[in-house]
């Protein structure tokens, strides 16, 4: 499936639309943060760092195929238009030189997902309901049958946003392995 052919999601506060490469401002609002990214694989990104970061997204989702898929969503507060977030759906790796995707570490009939809100928008439900529309829109319209989800142990409001969408504990692995605690299939 094309990024071009890949409609935004709508939930009743929030619209979720694949990342364009004029969102790298709203983007380093919270990935430039360091309380927004403190559970996150990375810290706190220079404006150069995310712009490399959206770059590599943008080629991930264009070369997406039908089969392997790395797309980045930006998270929109439909009342103001405010990108608040972004979330990311994948089965797939990428280089990010050439563009080609390739499997990953996950049967094609299973995927990952990410996200992270900026902190003026935490314990609003927001996480839960991007994470939510990601999660129907993977086993709707990709025919996944598990989603898995990593997360730090000590962010115990990702585990349970999880928990509420149905996840379960699924393995431990520790920090300096893979940096997540939790692994959290669906």
């Known amino acids: 499936m ?22 790298a401002a ?3 609002r919270f990935r430039g943060d360091k309380e927004a990214t403190r559970f996150l694989s990375h810290p706190a990104l220079t404006v150069e760092e995310n712009g490399r970061r959206l770059e590599e997204r943008l080629a991930q ?16 507060l439909q009342e103001s238009g ?5 979330g990311r759906t994948w089965n797939s790796s990428a280089s990010p030189i050439s563009g080609v995707m390739a ?22 439900g927001f996480g839960r309901e991007a994470a939510g529309a990601l999660v129907d829109w993977l ?32 393995r431990y692995v520790p920090s300096e ?8 299939p669906r």
């Open 2 to 23: 094309s990024a071009a052919n890949i409609a935004p999601i709508s939930t009743d506060r929030l619209t979720l639309r694949l990342l364009t490469g004029s969102d």
């Open 26 to 28: 709203a983007l380093h």
């Open 61 to 76: 989702a264009e070369a997406s195929t039908s089969e392997w898929f790395n797309y980045g969503w930006a998270i929109i």
């Open 82 to 86: 405010e990108i608040i977030g972004d």
């Open 103 to 124: 499997p990953g570490n996950l049967p094609v009939h299973q995927a990952s997902l990410g996200y992270v809100l900026h902190p003026d928008h935490h314990g609003c």
């Open 139 to 170: 086993f709707g319209e990709r025919g996944i049958s598990t989603v898995f989800a990593g997360v730090y142990e000590p962010n115990l409001a990702s585990m349970n946003l999880l928990k509420s969408l149905g996840f379960t504990q699924d």
């Open 177 to 184: 392995l893979d940096n997540s605690a939790g692994v959290f």
